[in-house]
């Protein structure tokens, strides 16, 4: 497809287990985007990259989040020792530049027991 | 307080009215200003992208940023079944995609 594409749609895990959310962004967008959206409210930063480059990682929550994006493309999001309080969806999103219109995938529920 | 406020609501409305949505904020260094709105189990999708202040108008949508009271609306005119969903607003430097939300108004326009 021509969007961004996030898998899993569906993660149910248990505290302390880890988790890794991935994203597939339009093809040509250099610049990729974490957010973070807890029911009842609007996405929160998380991480934004620009490249293969951590541009801005200030709105990840503590060191137990963690993402990467090797070559450029496709990132993983990565959450150790997972919490309740980490019971979200998580939105990617991508830009062809570093600022522009951002186009937003269906995100990654995750869901904590 | 919250760098962006926004009323949840929810909010109904009869299939043809006009709605207006809003949004405050608190620094005045933010320069661009967005609406998304936002399907219930889908990504946000940009509906309005404006920058300074004044009207901004895309068919039945109209951005409206008053810059010296850092207020932003949202009017949609004619409202349809289709607009209902949750609106985002968004603020932004403008130098990245680094978007501060609001917390989304939930919409519903009754047939």
């Known amino acids: 497809g021509a969007g961004v594409s996030q898998t899993p749609s569906n993660k149910v895990t248990e505290k302390g287990k880890y988790v890794e959310l991935r994203c597939d962004p339009i093809?040509?967008?250099?610049?990729l985007y974490w957010y973070r959206q807890s029911l009842g409210q609007g996405p929160e930063f998380l991480i934004y990259f620009q490249g293969t480059g951590a541009a801005d990682d200030s709105g990840l929550p503590n060191d137990r989040f963690f993402a990467v994006r090797p070559e450029g493309s496709v990132s993983t999001l990565k959450i150790q020792r997972t919490e309740r309080g980490d019971s979200a969806v998580y939105l990617c999103?991508?830009?062809?530049?570093?600022?522009?219109?951002?186009?937003f995938g269906e995100g990654s529920r995750l869901t904590v027991l | 307080q919250k760098e962006v406020e926004q009323d949840p609501g929810p909010l109904s409305v009869p299939e043809g009215a006009i709605v207006s949505l809003n949004c405050t904020y608190s620094?005045?260094?933010?320069?661009?200003f967005m609406w998304y709105r936002q399907y219930s189990r889908k990504g946000p999708e940009l509906l309005m992208y404006?920058?300074?202040?004044g009207n901004k108008e895309d068919g039945r949508f109209t951005a409206q940023v008053d810059k010296s009271s850092k207020y932003i609306s949202l009017f949609i005119r004619d409202s349809q079944p289709s607009d209902s969903a949750t609106y985002l607003c968004?603020?932004?430097?403008?130098?990245?995609?680094?978007?501060?939300f609001g917390t989304g108004t939930l919409l519903a326009v009754q047939p």
């Open positions: 620094n005045s260094a933010f320069q661009y």
């Open positions: 999103a991508s830009s062809q530049k570093t600022a522009g219109e951002l186009f």
């Open positions: 093809s040509g967008h250099t610049a």
């Open positions: 404006t920058y300074s202040s």
């Open positions: 968004a603020i932004s430097s403008g130098a990245t995609n680094k978007l501060i």
